[in-house]
């Protein structure tokens, strides 16, 4: 019987590589589409208001493995073409993160005290000038340390992207145990991958947080 080697190592090293890949199209597209969400959730037009607030519902209240489902196994039954492994894990992920990303930052752009806006209007600021050179600067001051650390949780969640054919880390552990048995070694193996990649990220979120706050002590 094969047992765990340097191949195995290196197939795992590689889908760390995937694993990270795949967080930073969910990061990036998530962040990208969770701004949008977190402006129409203070937007002035009540519809564009309450639109941004059931999307934040919806996604927050779909658990990820069923969106992944939905994405890359719905469209092939409504008779699209079914979708490449890392572009519905990347959609549904990106997606996902959205849902999450738009109300961490709406709630660091509202928790912006209120006489800031009322400042940036006595100088006759536009609503948007208002937004982009008073309360934007101070609210990602607030959001930078929960960002980070939300980006922990896509790295992990990334995991369940193997619902739909992916091979990211967790997806390559399975399949080298299928072919040595040797569970132990290889998935303490893989925790120590994600270790290697979570560890650092929480660690920069804390320390972002207490660098932030130095002024306020």
Partial sequence: MPTFGPQHLWFLLQAAGWTLALSAIAFIGGGLLG???ALARIAPNRVLRGAASAYVQVVQGTPLLILLFMIYFGLAIAGFDQLPALVAAGAGLTI??????G???RGCIEAVPRTQW???ECLALSRWQRLTRVVLPQAMRLATAPTVGFLVQIVKNTSLASVV???ELSQAGKLINNSVFQPFIIFVTVAIFYFAI??????WSRGLERRL???RR
Avoid: K
């Avoid at 979570?198 to 660690?203: E, K, R, W």
């Fill in 35 to 37: 701004f949008g969400v």
């Fill in 96 to 101: 996902y993160a959205s849902g999450f990303l």
């Fill in 103 to 105: 109300e961490i930052w």
């Fill in 118 to 120: 009322e400042a940036a």
């Fill in 165 to 167: 054919g992916f091979v």
């Fill in 198 to 203: 979570c560890y650092p990220l929480s660690a």
């Fill in 213 to 215: 706050n130095v002024g």
